[in-house]
């Protein structure tokens, strides 16, 4: 368990995003959308009708809920160098043409 509060009032942070961006997928039924995350389509249901006050007290464990699906270059590059510098990177750079 993460010990610095600002790590945990990251988790929590991060954790409350991701929930609200899966429960605003739930409520408009983008099934496609959810089924990329694993989701089952009753833990869809239970998830848009969760109240905000629920989706809160869920947020704030230790543990990110959040799974990051980068490529590892781009992983280690937003690890080491901010998530912002790796995009900004990326979106400078051309496009690899297909072989």
């Given at each position: 368990?993460?010990?610095?509060?600002?790590?945990?009032?990251?988790?929590?942070?991060?954790n409350?995003?991701?929930?609200?961006?899966?429960?605003?997928?739930?409520?408009?039924?983008?099934?496609?959308?959810?089924?990329?995350?694993?989701?089952?389509?009753?833990?869809?249901?239970?998830?848009?009708?969760?109240?905000?006050?629920?989706?809160?007290?869920?947020?704030?464990?230790?543990?990110?809920?959040?799974?990051?699906?980068?490529?590892?270059?781009?992983?280690?590059?937003?690890?080491?160098?901010?998530?912002?510098?790796?995009?900004a990177?990326?979106?400078?750079?051309?496009?690899?043409?297909?072989?």
């Open positions: 368990m993460p010990k610095s509060p600002e790590l945990l009032r990251d988790i929590h942070e991060t409350l995003m991701y929930l609200l961006l899966l429960q605003r997928l739930a409520r408009a039924g983008d099934t496609s959308a959810l089924a990329g995350r694993q989701l089952s389509p009753q833990a869809g249901e239970w998830l848009a009708a969760l109240p905000a006050a629920d989706l809160v007290k869920l947020a704030r464990c230790s543990v990110l809920l959040a799974q990051l699906s980068l490529p590892p270059d781009l992983l280690l590059s937003a690890l080491s160098q901010g998530m912002d510098a790796t995009l990177a990326q979106a400078r750079s051309p496009a690899p043409t297909p072989p």
